[in-house]
């Protein structure tokens, strides 16, 4: 089933590809941002203060998961029922664990729990989307 394919009698289709496009937006930004967040880490590698072993670790599993989520995104927007459930799964739970990266004191450089504020806004409207209105009374249905 493709976009052009999911159909409700009660829903625009022009806001179904609106809201695929937030999403899809959103989580390449998300991939982006957590792709850079690993170059800057990179280079500000010899300053340990900065770069330390916990933002490797969260840093490279953040943006694996970011591409996991964009590929599971192409398969929402070609109307998989299970994906949409995984993605609103996954997203709120990034989305949790960000806000407890972003609390905890001392564990991880105030710049690196900036770029995970960011990556939290981006999972926060992924997660307002998925949840709303339209793309649960599309999904419903399938």
């Not at 289709?13 to 792709?35: C, E, H, I, K, N």
């Not at 967040?37 to 010899?46: I, K, N, S």
């Not at 709120?92 to 690196?112: C, D, K, N, Q």
Request: aromatic content about 6%.
């Amino acid at each position: 089933m493709t976009t052009t394919e999911l159909h409700h009698p009660e829903l625009s289709p022009s806001d179904t590809r609106r809201a695929f496009r937030t999403v899809r937006g959103l989580l390449l930004a998300y991939a982006g941002l957590s792709a850079a967040t690993l170059a800057v880490a990179f280079l500000l590698r010899d300053h340990t203060d900065l770069v330390t072993p916990s933002v490797w670790v969260r840093g490279t599993i953040v943006t694996a998961g970011a591409v996991v989520t964009v590929l599971i995104a192409g398969r929402v927007a070609r109307g998989s029922r299970s994906a949409f459930q995984r993605l609103r799964i996954i997203s709120g739970a990034m989305l949790a664990a960000t806000v407890v990266i972003i609390a905890l004191p001392g564990t991880f450089p105030a710049w690196f729990k900036a770029e995970q504020g960011l990556c939290g806004l981006a999972l926060l409207g992924v997660a307002a989307v998925l949840n709303g209105r339209h793309l649960r009374t599309l999904f419903a249905r399938l």
